[in-house]
C-alpha cells in the first residue's frame, strides 16, 4: 500500500518537499551538536533535562492518547470510530517515532542508546520505558497495517490481529505511566515526587492527544474527499472535554496539598513557575498563558453550543494542545529542576540550535503522518469509491 503515498497533487509534493527541507536544515544542526557536544544546548549542570526531554514527554502522551479512539472501536464496538481508528493509530506511530528521535538528540552520543540494550538492567525505569515505547510502536505498525489492508481487501482482520489490539490499548497508557515513574521516582526532585504524577500524565494526554486528532480530521475533510465524520468528531470533542477538566483539577489539587502542607522544597518549585523565586521567573508569563489558555478551552468545550460548532471547536482544541504542551512540557521539566536540591536557582531556555533541531524532529514527525494519512485516506476514498459503485449498480 506504499504506493498510494507516491500519487498526489502539487499542494501534497509541495508540502513534503517543505518537510524535507526543514528535516534538512535541522539534521546539519544536529551535526554541529554532535561534533561540538550538548554546550551548544541551554542545558546545564543543574538543568540536564530540557527542550528535547520536554518533547519527548508531551508527545509520549500524543502517541498514548490514541487509545481514546481504539478503546471504544474495539471494546465497545463503537462502530462510528470505525472510520477513524486508523487514523489514531497511525498519529501513534509518528508521536513515538518523534519521542525516540527527541531521546536520541538529547544522549548527545546515539550510539549510548544501545547500551539500554547491550547491558539490560530490569531495575532501572529507563529500561522498562525503552521496552514500553518499542513495544507500542510495534503494535500500532503491525495492528495499524493489517486493518487497513483486510479494510482495502473488504475482508475482517486475520483473528491473530485482535490479541494485539487488545495488547495496545492496555500498552497505550503503560507508555506514560513509565513515563511519569521516570520523575516521581526522584527522591530529590519535590516537584515530581507525587503519586499523582501518573494520572495527571495521563489526563492532559487523553486531552492533547484526541484534540490534535480532531485537528487532523478537520483538516482532511479540507484536503481530500474523505470525511471522518461529524459525530465522530463530536465524539472525540467529549472525551477531550472530560480530559482536560480532569487534568486541570489533578493540577489544582496538588497546589492545595503543597501549599496546605507549606513544605518549602515543595512550594518552591510552583513559586517559581507561577510568581517567580529570588528575582527569576523566566518562565512565568509561559505558565499563566498555559493556564489561561487551559481554562478558556474548558469553557468553551463545556458550552455545547460552542462545541458543536466546529469552527470554535478548531480554535479550542489549538489553544488546548498549546496550553497542554506549555504545561507539560516546558513547565514540567523545567519546574522539577528549578530550583535544584540546594535550593538555587538556575534558569533554562532553549537555545536557537536546541529549537532548530526540535523543529526538525516534529518535520520528521508530520512527514511519517503525512505518508500513513495519504496512505489511509487513499484507501478509504477507494472503498468509498467501490461501494457507491456497487450502489448505483445495484440501483
Known sequence: MLELALKGDKKYWGWVIALLAVIGVAFAVY???????????????DVSWGFYIAQFTFLVGVAAGGVMVVLPRYLHDYKAFGRITILGEFLAIAAVVMCLLFIIADLGQPMRAFNVILYPTPGSVLFWDMIVLNGYLLLNIVIGWNVLEAERNNIHYAPW????????????PAIHTVTAFLYCGLPGRGFWMTAILAPRFLASAFAAGP??????????????????????????AKIVTYAIIINVFFLLCEVFVVFYSRIPSHMSHLQY??????????????????????????????????????????????????????????????????????????????????????LGVYATGLLVLTILF??????????????????????
Open 31 to 45: 551535526l554541529k551538536q554532535l561534533d561540538f557536544g550538548l554546550g551548544i544546548t541551554g542545558m546545564s549542570r
Open 161 to 172: 490481529v485482535k490479541p494485539l489490539i487488545i495488547t495496545s490499548i492496555i500498552w497505550a
Open 211 to 236: 484534540a490534535l486528532l480532531i485537528l487532523l480530521c478537520l483538516i482532511i475533510r479540507k484536503v481530500t474527499k474523505f470525511d471522518p465524520g461529524k459525530e465522530q468528531i463530536q465524539s472525540l
Open 273 to 358: 513557575l507561577f510568581v517567580g523565586l529570588h528575582g527569576h521567573g523566566a518562565l512565568v508569563p509561559w505558565m499563566w498563558t498555559s493556564m489561561t489558555l487551559m481554562a478558556t478551552s474548558i469553557v468553551l468545550l463545556v458550552i455545547p453550543a460552542a462545541r458543536k460548532n466546529e469552527s470554535i471547536l478548531a480554535f479550542t482544541c489549538v489553544i488546548l494542545f498549546i496550553g497542554t504542551w506549555i504545561d507539560k512540557g516546558m513547565g514540567m521539566i523545567s519546574g522539577g529542576f528549578v530550583p535544584n536540591p540546594l535550593h538555587h536557582v538556575t534558569e533554562y531556555m532553549p537555545t536557537l540550535p536546541e529549537i532548530l533541531i526540535t
Open 374 to 395: 495519504k496512505v489511509a485516506v487513499s484507501v478509504k476514498e477507494e472503498v468509498s469509491g467501490v461501494k457507491d459503485t456497487c450502489e448505483s449498480c445495484e440501483a
